[in-house]
């Protein structure tokens, strides 16, 4: 039936298909004469006229419906990708079982090869910067400029190196030389954070403790959403450059720099000493030169796509949604109420209380 009312709907594809009609006689309830299948001229203009009266009909029924009505056209289709978005039903057991083993395998190894200081080479890697001043100042930019130059200077690459070697190798070379790195600076910042000139002493002030911790928590919910995508962080799923939109986004396209700048000032008020204010100097600046080697980056992979997005969201948290440029919708929180979003939650209050336990390991390698 839904071949014969196409056709009779539209009186020249009855002209153009007379040769492919093919009509098996018990799908059809009635009888069909043959002036149903080869009508008249006068016939067609009718049934014509009717098609397009009905037509017509339905278009005004659709444009004055409630739903169209209700779709205003200030809230854009979505271009990028929907951040923290963690579906069960999309998830692998084999996946997540070899994940775990990535992860005890990688641990395994950067303790054998690096933290250990019998095995390790992280220990000579930090003398041999404290070498070249006895400023702890001096040295812990120096620690940060060298994990920024890996860190960045890969990150630039990453196309290239992609084409060169496939992305889950790329990846590994990627993590390989920036998580030692990383964990010397962190290890290196934690024996040090007091050492130096004092500038400021405010601990004393009522209420600057719970301000300071509460900064702290809050930086850790402005990670790049890319973060929370474990499997392709270990290279299980294939790693990808992605263009995203939705949650934090929508606040500040750079949520790991704000984030970044946050932590930076609430330790460095808390504290108040030149050291920490090195630290932050040196990691806010990494943040601000991936500003713009992340557009850069993003532009070149996404094009014309990249710059919808960047129209509609911006560096500073909440200007785009002043501006006018950016519509949060009316269920905006949901966004949040996301897998990713209550791990984070955890394990920032985990570390919260962990700190003892963190402050006795790095103590104990000398660094």
């Known amino acids: 039936m839904a071949t014969s009312s196409v056709l009779l709907c539209n009186p020249l594809s009855t002209l153009r298909r007379r040769r492919l009609i093919a009509v098996p006689a018990a799908r059809f309830h009635t009888p069909i004469s043959v002036a149903t299948l080869f009508p008249s001229s006068v016939s067609l203009r009718r049934r014509a006229a009717n098609c397009s009266l009905r037509s017509s009909t339905n278009s005004l029924v659709r444009s004055s419906s409630p739903r169209n009505v209700e779709s205003p056209a200030d809230e854009p289709t979505p271009i990028g990708e929907d951040s923290a978005l963690f579906q069960l039903e999309n998830q692998k057991l084999s996946s997540w079982l070899y994940f775990s083993v990535i992860l005890g395998v990688v641990l395994f190894l950067l303790d054998l090869l690096w933290i250990d200081n019998s095995t390790g080479y992280g220990k000579a890697f930090v003398d041999s910067l404290s070498a070249v001043s006895d400023s702890h100042e001096v040295v812990m930019l120096l620690l940060i400029l060298a994990f920024a130059t890996v860190h960045s200077g890969l990150a630039s690459v990453r196309d290239a190196g992609e084409k060169l070697v496939g992305e889950r190798a790329f990846r590994v070379v990627f993590a390989g030389l920036s998580l030692p790195l990383a964990v010397s600076t962190v290890v290196y910042f934690i024996n040090h954070r007091y050492d130096g000139t004092q500038l400021w002493q405010l601990q004393s002030i009522s209420g600057l403790h719970e301000v300071v911790w509460l ?145 006795a390991s790095s103590y104990g390698l000398h660094w």
């Not at 499997?231 to 995203?244: C, G, N, R, T, Y």
């Not at 949901?334 to 985990?350: C, D, N, Q, S, V």
């Open 215 to 359: 900064s702290n928590f809050i930086s850790f919910f402005l990670l790049y959403p890319s973060t929370f995508n474990l499997l392709e962080v270990a290279a299980v799923d294939k790693p990808k450059m992605h263009l995203w939109e939705s949650g934090i986004m929508r606040i500040t396209r750079h949520p790991q720099m704000v984030g970044q700048v946050m932590w930076c000032v609430a330790h460095t008020v808390w504290i108040g000493n030149s050291v920490v204010l090195a630290a932050s100097v040196g990691l806010i600046a990494h943040h601000l030169f991936g500003v713009w080697n992340g557009d850069r980056r993003l532009a070149a992979r996404y094009g014309e796509a990249f710059e919808a997005v960047k129209g509609r969201t911006s560096v500073v948290p909440f200007a785009a949604i002043l501006d006018g440029r950016q519509k949060l919708p009316k269920d905006y929180y949901k966004e949040f109420l996301r897998l990713p979003y209550l791990t984070i939650t955890a394990l920032t209050l985990g570390a919260y209380f962990a700190h003892p336990l963190m402050q």
